[in-house]
């Protein structure tokens, strides 16, 4: 029973806590996150790692307890209790390591919850998409000096445009007759944009963009903000990798400024919204500007453009392959989902000017 494994794997990490009953966190499309409640508060977040997906279970830890501890040096003037709500503060097993391994042959790890704090799936409020900004600018600025070769590639060519395209294409050759048809409009609007889809792969594979530590899944609901909307943390640290800045401040965006959901069917709803772009361009340059280099200023537009398509390709690959990756709720929601991506990157190239008028408003 879940439950009684749920106490178990809690009670083999090191806390003072008393389990008193759990709720799931059914936000993410790879791992399992529960909040367990305790008799006395801190509450905590236990996370069993999807080990398909995260193949180094031991590298990905290290890698979010090196950020965390990076992050709480440079905010070391902070007190202890402000520096708990600002970053991720790992618990270790009462062996002193980092994960639990349990006897099914699955990971957890556990951290401590941050309280009064929320998140959005969505984005209603200009106010959240400038406080997202300066959250995740923040964090890129506080990790700009943070040597990304110390950090593992937790899933190589994550964010790798080739390497996507090379999946996708490999889908094809496996994927159903029906699916094949399903998916016709958006397999052709993926061939469409090939080219200019590898532009910043091009930038990044000939070093013209320099790799720094990024976090690959800046996606709002990966922020916390306190009860008056105001950034506190940045969470998910599973992807911390080296990587381009493009993708962070992207993904990010394609979050924020989708007017839908990301798996919304009706696409007449999925629009982009540019008052919400404005606000998060400007929260972001307000806490990294300064540290960015002409072309990585000059790419960032590109940079968002690139995420949306490479979920949505990424979206679409999986439904050709017959959902192996993402969770999925229904049949063909893996399809719905790039199809939501697709026409979110269609009205995003309708607002081009707009977009880039903007940037350089706020350089
Ligand atoms: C996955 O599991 P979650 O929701 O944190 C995915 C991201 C996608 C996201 C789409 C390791 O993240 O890349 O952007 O779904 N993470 C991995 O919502 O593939
Ligand atoms: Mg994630």
Known sequence: MLLE????????????GTFDSYKELASGYINDTYLIETKKKPYFVLQRIN????????GLIENKVNVSRHLQEKLANLSEEELKKRVLTFVETNKGE???KDNDGDYWNMMHYIHDSITYDMVTNKEVAYEGGKLFGEFLNLTSDFNPNNLTEII????DMSFR?????????VAPEKRLIQAKESIEFVENLKEEMHILQNLKDTGAIKLRVTHNDTKISNALFDLNNKGLCVIDTDTVMPGIIHYDFGDAIRTICNTASEDEKDLALVKFNIEYYEAYVKGFLERLGDSLTP????YLPLGAKSIIFIMGLRFLTDFLNGDTYYKIEYTDHNLDRAKNQFKLVESFSDKWDEIQEIMKKYQ
């Open 98 to 100: 980092p994960y639990y």
């Open 51 to 58: 080990h398909d997906v995260f193949k180094d279970v031991s």
């Open 5 to 16: 494994k749920l106490k178990y794997i809690f009670n083999k990490f090191n806390h003072q």
């Open 295 to 298: 072309i990585e200023l000059e």
């Open 165 to 173: 395209f090379s999946q996708f294409k490999a889908a094809m050759k």
């Open 156 to 159: 190589p060519k994550f964010h």
